[in-house]
């Protein structure tokens, strides 16, 4: 499927977007691991999280659909995962991967994951190595660093102290998960604060956790109780909107109930920095284990836009905005300067050289650097045909670039939107008030 995108004149009005994609990962996870009834409502019904809730359907936890977005799961506890009668496709999902990794290290049985071409080619070792130390078997392709990879799981894990070398939230839930089977503690030490959803519902879910800094140690012995999950809105998908509200012409665009997690807000810092016009109106919080996820109404509006630098510890706290933002930059007067950030380059596509080729067709002068890019704004976009690569963020990166730009854009392979934004075109649509986006086969 392909997108035409036309410049939007104005971007006005008020909008909800889907659920929290990695807030809703882990509230099916934890509720699968979880003794009695897990409610969740607001679930992300994007094709990433349905395939956790395929897995753990699969791992025997029974799952049902009361409406949209709303599931209830019935988790037996730490000991009533089943081994699956088949291989387990996580997809396009690295979350589901990396986080599964870490809950099959420890089951008594055998299993298989796989997924998308994307997925096979993004690095596992990451995960797959400290959950050896702790004493699990993953096998697979290149050394066992790259799906499908195989786990027998073993009981109890040995206890461990792991330094993580990336700040990956994904990373450290799988080892954290794998210590709810350990024989003692186990901690994980990181170089920067990734996002800290797992913390706030395992504790939640009656994980016994403590945290100091950038360690976080699981303490064995805890049973997870099943709990009413209210999900907010994902601030990586409002995202789009804000960035394209920032940057465009006679915009003033609210996003309702969206999470506004500190480890998740670093592209609200940074658009401010651009001088962007941006306010935020609590609303409350989250039910349940989301009790500690604050959820805002986001308000942005046209501004004039200033070149900045991002680098280090917001990196983490925005990375999957990066896309998002690199467009904001183009428009913004000045340079900016994205460093620190070569994990882009292992996301559903190398986003680094994503991000340069695709924008660089449409005039935009954006150069990479090993571990970011530099971008010169103050150059007018032009239409022009690019393509995501298959990649859901850079495809709706792409579209709002086509918004910004003069002449028609045309965005190749955007079937993967679905992945976590499904409902993205027709929610810009009404907020362009007339359609400046519109599909062809
Ligand atoms: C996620 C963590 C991040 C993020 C991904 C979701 C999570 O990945 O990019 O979209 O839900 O834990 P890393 O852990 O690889 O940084």
């Known amino acids: 499927m392909r997108i035409h995108v036309t410049p939007v004149r104005r971007l006005r009005g008020e909008v909800t977007v889907p659920g929290d994609k990695s807030i809703s990962h882990r509230a099916a996870l934890f509720g699968a691991l979880a003794a009695g009834r897990t409610e969740i409502s607001g679930f992300l019904e994007g094709e990433d999280c349905l395939a956790t809730l395929k897995a753990v359907r699969a791992l025997g936890v029974e799952v049902i659909r009361k409406g949209a977005g709303h599931y209830l799961l019935d988790g037996g506890g730490l000991a ?45 070792d990451r995960v797959s190595a400290p959950l050896r130390q702790m004493g699990a078997t993953v096998v697979g392709r290149q050394g066992g660093s790259r799906l499908p990879l195989a786990v027998t799981g073993t ?18 839930t799988a080892v954290l998960l794998a210590g709810l089977w350990a024989d003692g503690p186990v901690t994980v030490e990181e170089p920067a604060q990734s996002r800290d959803h797992t913390e706030r519902m395992l504790g939640a879910f009656g994980a016994h956790l403590s945290i100091a800094g950038r360690t ?33 012409p006679d915009a003033a665009v609210t996003v309702k109930g969206v999470g506004v997690n500190p480890t998740r807000t670093g592209l609200l810092d940074v658009l401010a920095q651009m001088g962007a016009r941006i306010s935020r109106q609590e609303s409350g919080l989250g039910l349940g284990a989301t009790a500690a996820e604050p959820a805002a109404d986001l308000r942005v509006t046209s501004s004039a836009l200033r070149g900045t630098v991002v680098r280090g510890p917001l990196i983490p706290r925005l990375i999957d905005e990066i896309p998002a933002l ?5 428009v913004a007067e000045g340079v900016t300067e994205i460093r620190d950030a070569a994990e882009l380059r292992v996301k559903e596509s190398d986003r680094i050289h994503a991000i340069a080729a695709e924008l660089g067709r449409m005039g935009a002068r954006v150069s990479e650097r090993a571990d ?52 993205f075109l027709d929610t810009l649509n009404a907020l362009a008030g007339a359609p400046c986006a519109r599909v062809s086969a």
Do not use: Y
Request: proline residues 5%; glycine residues 12%.
């Open 216 to 248: 976080v140690t699981l303490h064995p012995g805890g049973q997870l109780r099943g709990q009413a999950v209210s999900v907010p809105g994902d601030v990586s998908s409002a995202a789009f909107f804000l960035a394209a509200a920032a940057a465009g």
């Open 80 to 124: 009533a995962l089943v081994e699956p009668d088949d291989v387990i496709d996580c997809g396009n999902s690295g979350t589901t991967a990396r986080l599964l990794i870490g809950v099959l290290a420890a089951q008594p049985f055998w299993s298989v994951l796989t997924g998308d071409a994307s997925l096979r080619r993004r690095p596992m």
């Open 155 to 172: 009981r109890p894990l040995r206890a461990l102290r792991f330094v993580s070398p990336v700040a990956s939230a994904q990373v450290k």
């Open 326 to 330: 690199a467009v904001t930059a183009c």
């Open 372 to 423: 970011g890019l530099q971008i010169h704004g103050g150059t007018r976009l032009r239409g022009a045909t690019v393509s995501s690569g298959g990649d859901h963020r850079m495809a709706m990166a792409l579209v709002v670039a086509g918004l910004l730009a003069d002449g028609e854009t045309v965005v190749e392979d955007t079937d993967c939107i679905a992945t976590s934004f499904p409902g």
